[in-house]
Structure formats: C-alpha cells, structure tokens
C-alpha cells in the first residue's frame, strides 16, 4: 500500500522553528537541578575541564562538536540507533516520544528499552524534552552526519505519494540501491536506460538533484519505501557469542597455576637482575639481547618474557638506577615482595596490572620512525590501556562460565562502541596477559579476575589475595628425595620449600608434581647465597620426608669443599695508617657494623661503604683522617652520591590511576556557576537560581554592572537590546548560536592600534579559536581570533 510523507514524519517547520530549538536547549540546560548538572557532568567529564563560568556556558560547551563526539564515540550500537531515528524523526523541532522511536526501530514492544535509553541520553544531555517528547541536542546531526540511519536529506512540506507499483524497473530499481543508504546516487550517463528512469523520478519528486552529477533520495521517499523503518533490524542488545562451556572448578584450576607460575617467573627476574644487572639502552628500555637472555633463564618465548619484566616493572620492584651507565636492578619494594606469601605476591601484581598503561604486546613493533619499540622503554605506555582492560574483563564477565576468543570478545566490543573498535592487537594483549595473570583460566574469567574486575582502579590487595587464596591448591611442606639425586615436590610448595628449591634445585618437569634435579651448579648457587655445606644439608635434611641420600649429601659436601677453596670479595674503600693501634678496636666496635670494616693487615681496613662516607663516620668519631686518591696522594672533600630512593622512583614511574573530579567537586562547581558563595544559600533542586540573584547567576542577563563592578556596556542598557556578554564563555556561546541562528551580532573588539572597535557581524565558520564573519555594512569577510574579541551583544 503506497505510503506518503505524512503517514511518517511530522511536517517541516520553517527555519526559525530550528533556530528556537538552539535558544530552547539552552534553556533547558540552564533550568537543570544541581542533581542533574552533577549526573551531567559524571557522564561527560570533559564540560567541567576547564570550569565553565555560566551555565550558558555549560549548554555552549554540550553543544560543541568536539564535546559531542567525546559523548558520543563509546556509545552502544543500540543508543546509536535510537539517536539516529530520533534525528530522522525529529525534523523542524517536532519532538518525539520512545514509542514513536521503537516502532520506527521495527522493535515496537522494546518503548521500555528505548525509554531507558532516552533517558541515559538525557541525563548526558545529548537530547533534551520540552515536556512533549524529546529533542536532539544541537550539535548532535552534525556528529553523527547528515544522513542518520542512511536517510537522505529532509525537505520541506509534503513529498508526492510513492505508488511502488506504478515505479518501472529501471526506476525500482534506482529506489532499491539508495534505500537503505548512503541515499547519494551518481548520475548515469546520458542516453542509458538508468539515465532516463533518474530524470523520471527527479520530475516526479522522487529524487532531487543536488549538483549536475549526483541525485539524493529525500528523506520522506526512504521512509515510505523502507515502510516507516529507520533501520533494518533492531540493534538494541549486545550479542552473546556462542562459545565452550568450561565447569568453574577447571577454570579455578587453571588461574591457580597460571598465578603461580608467573610469580615464580618475576621472582627469577628479580634474583637473576641482582645478580646480574641489564643495561638500559641509551633511549630507554631493555635491549633485545637481554630480553633473550631472560627469555631463556624463564624457559619461555621473547613476549611472555617481556610481559614479565614489565609487570615487575609496573609493579615498582625493578627499576632504572639511574647511574652512569644506567642500568635495571631490584627496588627495596622487593625486599619484602620476596618474603610474602604466593598470594600476597600474586596481588601486587594483579594490582599493578589492573592500573598498568603498559603495552607489552607492542614489544618489537616499530614506531612511525621505524624503531624497534623495546620492553620498559616510554614508547609504550597508552593512556586508554586501563579502560579497554576493563571493557575485555566486562565482555568476559558477562558470560559466566563460557570461554570466549579474542574475535567473540571483538565482536560484543564493536557493539559496545561501534564508533571507537579497539585494535584487535590490543584485545588479543589484553587477554594474554590476563590469562599469563591468571585473572582468565581456560579462556573463562576465574574467581579471582572477577575480584580484579570488581575493584576498579583502586583495588585492594588484601581482598585479591584473599580471592586467589580461595582457589590456591594446599601447601606442601616437604618432598621426595630419591638415591638419583632427584625429588618429587607432591603439590604446591610453601614458601620456604619453593625457596629452598629455586636455589638449590633445577626444576625438570610441573604439573600436578614438580620433579626437581641437584646439580653441581645448583648447589654452587646457594652456596652463592650465603649457605654454607652443613646448613645447606641441615635445611634439606629438614624438609625431605626421608633421610638425606648418600649421592646427595656427596654431592653437598664436595660442592661447598671446593667452593669455600679460594675467597673472592669486594671492598669500596679502605683506612689505613702507619700507626697499628690508630684501627684498634675499629674492626669490632658495634657502632660502625654499618660500615663493614674487615682487618686485611695491622694498619690496613677495607670498608663495604665509599670513601667519602668512611671519612666522614671516622670524623664523627674523633679521628683526624685524610682522603687520598689511587695514588696516595691527597683529595680534597669529596661529596657523597645521593642513594637513590627506589620505592619513590617505582612510584612516580607508575603514577597510578588519574583520578577524575569527584561528585563533591563536581557540586561545588555547580554552586560555582549557579553564583552561589560557598558559605552562602545552595540552590535548591526544584527551583535552580534559587539563592541568586540573576546576575549573580548568569553573568551577561542581569541588570547590573558588567563583570568586576565595571561601568556597563557601552551598547546601552534599558532600551530593550540584549545585553553584551563578556564571559569568555558566554562569548563563546554567544557567537555559536549566532552561526547556528544565522543572524548578526554586535561584536566589540580589540583592534590594531589597541582600541576598542564595535562592528556588526555574521558569524560564518568558529574554529580552532577563531571567528570568519561577514560585515554586511562593508560587504567583507574578516578572520578575528576569538581572544580579541571584548564582549558580544545580540542585535535583535
């Protein structure tokens, strides 16, 4: 049945009608409680940065084009849609309720969904309601194009009946291709077939040139020939990838282990880089030859290992020392990283995660310079990493139990925002690392990713602990010693077992059991960490739920006899004197056990601590000594090297969450505007200016001087013209709805020589800080930076 633009959309008002919906939507904002301006500025933090002086201001600002594509770029595919058919369907300023917007969806019996919808959009202020339905917010058309949902441009009044069965063929089939959008068509060539059936339908009214080589489908002839839809099928739910079902118990399983192990695999960055420094390069980060080499000392490949370092990284228990050359070595924090329980452990890392603006998965991309971008180095750190991380573990948290992939996860994420698809190298990191994290088993979000997901920016360890606790298989204090000089550990080890084990075992095989070998090499590295052949066989002895085997005790016994052979140490400075009892007592005197002194000969001491501060102690102590250089011969003061604080270098390298501006802050700005001291009365919700007078409330509206308590404007005052507005906001303002309005204003401005100068203008193009306006007077363009400008005053 043939359809005309009546049935479907409201009649065009004229220009005007447009113009009021501009003045009215600043009106609307200015009328808003505080509850509201708060909600509004938690959903678009951006319009309180930096403050606005006006809510007039406020509304300029909402109507922005930058603003709005701010709001509107992590809209859902389902909000979009509801926009788009409230733009197609609000031409003139008409407005619109949710049942009108459902069935134009197709979704007739979703008005619920629409509603809330509407509703989320209001309180962004991307749409506003008169009390008769709601309106697009200006701005709104020009973000989301001129063709919302594919429909051509509007027209004024009614468009001619489309009657589909008298259409030809050829035009049919014209009207089918620019249906469902884009509704712009070129022109065939002269002559064809197609070109006829083109000009038959612009003589009809059914298509409408809009230059010599392009036609555009009016926006009532798509509606009538989609049958009123603005889209082809709703989009209002997020989808739900199918995926495998994996039981909680395997999922818990398989998070325990994967926490485990990459606690062990920063563990032996930690203890390897004490021992053996890497080097940073000279534009920062880790060379590729030492991230092989701890590639190889985790037993894993190149990424996994540069995930490692920079969680520990992240985590502040290495850093860059910051010497000469500098190079990357364990921080205090680690100190007491080390002595903690696995799940303590765990959660300083989850929680550094969890914060992290880290891309490890970038690690040997290049850069648009064509640099290899290398672990730890600057290059790469993103600030929009905390955010997607959150959106993966919400995608993952939404389907309990069901191991989704990282192109299922991509899926509900171009739902979520169509407009900003994260990368899908991103995705594919992030999930990664939360399954190397353990915060994923199995591909499912465990126990503990769910208390990582649930604690925001700000989570605390003890509660991931106590959540990695839970799922943590139970310690096991001793092993197996068998005559090969192997041990079977039968589950997890505790602490001082898994110690034990790491420096004095090679491990050959995990799982459910971890096989471990003594080697020569192995028990020469604890012997390396202080342990002596007796203590070392006293503490096996002590977790093994056998007596110590006899190829393993030779084993000890032969390793520490040739090891303690020859002594090898190291000494910073040294005191010396030609008189013995100068150092009597020195070497034991407690006070001074700081300084390591050990007796290398009578009138010889070798110290642990530089010489400048070996100097100072024995000036402290009453003993007159000189410095001497290499030589023998006399320095002059030398000054210490500040330590460097590593825990405070951790920090201000993390840096932590940016936090935004809280809801105090963001009442007390609201009160700011409303012209509210704040010992003073607060507005009340139900009446906004309330406690203020109006041109306490909105500078530029009043009566009274001009802001400061100068004289007023020098357009006049009491002859019924608006009066000039000096804000650098409300000019701002001003001159947007002048532009969106099309009409004159009196602009005052600063000049060449410096003096004030009033002209009126029309307003063409605002951007980038500067005005392009028209003087009719003159009949010229001029370009003005914004800055110049004095005050603005509307001419009607």
């Known amino acids: 049945m043939p359809t005309t633009r009546g049935d479907l959309v409201p009649v065009l008002g004229d220009r005007r009608s447009i113009e009021q919906m501009a003045v009215t939507f600043t009106e609307w904002v200015r009328t808003r409680t505080d509850d509201e301006l708060v909600t509004l500025l938690r959903a678009r933090p951006d319009l309180g940065t930096p403050s606005p002086s006006t809510l007039r201001s406020l509304a300029a600002r909402a109507a922005s084009r930058t603003s709005t594509e701010r709001a509107v770029a992590h809209l859902d595919a389902g909000t979009l849609q509801v926009l788009e058919s409230l733009l197609a369907l609000s031409d003139g300023g008409t407005p619109v309720d949710a049942a009108r917007i459902a069935a134009a969806l197709g979704a007739p019996d979703a008005v619920g969904p629409v509603a809330r919808v509407l509703d989320d959009a209001r309180d962004a202020a991307l749409v506003w309601d008169d009390g008769d339905g709601v309106h697009p917010s200006p701005g709104l058309e020009e973000v989301l194009g001129p063709y919302p949902a594919g ?15 008298a259409l030809s063929p050829a035009a049919r089939q014209v009207l089918d291709a620019l249906t469902w959008g884009p509704p712009v068509g070129v022109v065939p060539p002269e002559g064809s077939a197609a070109r006829v059936a083109v000009d038959g339908l612009v003589t009809d009214g059914l298509l409408e040139r809009s230059d010599t ?7 009532d002839v798509g509606l009538a020939l989609r049958d009123g839809r603005t889209h082809r099928t709703p989009d209002l739910d997020p989808p739900r990838p199918t995926g495998t079902v994996v039981p909680d118990a395997t999922v818990d399983a398989e998070a325990a282990g994967a926490a485990l192990e990459i606690v062990r695999q920063v563990a032996h960055v930690v203890v390897a880089w004490d021992d053996t420094p890497p080097s940073t390069l000279r534009a920062g980060g880790l060379a590729v030859r030492d991230l092989r080499r701890t590639a190889r000392l985790l037993e894993t490949d190149e990424a996994t290992a540069a995930t490692v370092v920079e969680l520990a990284a992240s985590a502040g228990l290495v850093a860059d020392d910051g010497d000469a050359p500098a190079s990357y070595v364990p921080t205090t924090r680690a100190d007491g990283w080390e002595e903690a329980e696995d799940a303590d452990r765990w959660a300083t890392l989850a929680t550094a ?25 600057a290059d790469l750190q993103r600030p929009w990493v905390p955010r997607l991380r959150e959106q ?3 995608v993952l948290a939404a389907q309990p139990g069901v191991a989704l992939g990282v192109d299922d996860v991509l899926e509900v994420l171009r739902w979520r925002s169509p ?11 992030l999930l990664r690392e939360a399954a190397l994290l353990g915060v994923t088993g199995a591909g499912v979000l465990s126990s503990p990713g769910r208390a990582v997901l649930a604690a925001g920016d700000d989570p605390g360890e003890e509660d991931l602990a106590g959540a990695m606790r839970t799922v943590f298989p139970e310690e096991v204090h001793e092993f197996l010693l068998q005559g090969d000089l192997t041990g079977i550990v039968p589950g997890r080890p505790g602490p001082e077992l898994a110690r034990l084990i790491d420096q004095a075992a090679e491990v050959e095989s995990r799982g459910a059991a971890t096989t471990v070998r003594f080697t020569t090499g192995s028990v020469t590295r604890a012997l390396d960490h202080g342990s002596s ?4 066989l006293a503490e096996i002895a002590q977790r093994s739920a056998v007596p110590v085997p006899q190829p393993l005790e030779y084993l000890v016994k032969d390793t520490a006899r040739r090891h303690e052979a020859l002594r090898v140490g190291s000494a910073q400075s040294y005191v010396r004197t030609a008189d013995p009892a100068t150092l009597a007592g020195l070497a034991d005197d407690p006070r001074l056990a700081s300084l390591g002194l050990v007796r290398l000969a009578p009138t010889v001491l070798a110290a642990s601590v530089p010489a400048a501060e070996l100097h100072e102690v024995l000036r402290e102590r009453g003993l007159l000594s000189a410095l001497e250089g290499p030589d023998g011969r006399p320095l002059g003061r030398v000054r210490r090297a500040a330590r460097l604080d590593r825990d405070a270098w951790s920090r201000r390298r993390g840096g932590g969450s940016v936090r935004g501006m809280t809801d105090a802050g963001r009442r007390e700005l609201v009160a700011r505007i409303r012209g509210t001291s704040r010992g003073g009365a607060s507005a009340s919700a139900g009446s906004p200016d309330a406690g203020a007078s109006p041109a306490r409330a909105e500078p530029g509206f009043g009566s009274g001087p001009g802001r400061g308590g100068t004289a007023a404007s020098p357009f006049g005052e009491g002859d019924g013209v608006g009066r000039a507005v000096r804000e650098p906001g409300d000019v701002q303002a001003e001159l947007s709805e002048a532009l969106r309005d099309g009409r004159t204003v009196w602009v005052e401005l600063v000049g060449g020589s410096g003096a004030l100068e ?25 370009t003005i930076a914004v800055h110049r400008i004095a005050s603005v005053q509307p001419t009607d």
């Open 533 to 536: 052949g007796e203590d070392l």
């Open 151 to 165: 429909l051509g441009p509007a027209r004024d009044g009614d468009g001619p009946t489309v009657d589909v069965a």
């Open 213 to 219: 080589r392009h036609v555009l489908l009016p926006r």
């Open 419 to 429: 407009r900003a698809v994260p990368p899908e190298a991103a995705v594919a990191g």
């Open 353 to 377: 995660w969890r914060r992290s603006r880290r891309t490890p998965w970038q690690v040997g991309t290049r850069d648009e310079k064509g640099t290899v971008r290398a672990p730890l180095s």
């Open 392 to 394: 993966v573990l919400a």
């Open 758 to 782: 009033r002209r009126e203008l029309r307003p063409m193009r605002l951007e980038g800080g500067r005005l392009r306006a028209l003087d009719p007077v003159r009949e010229a363009e001029l």
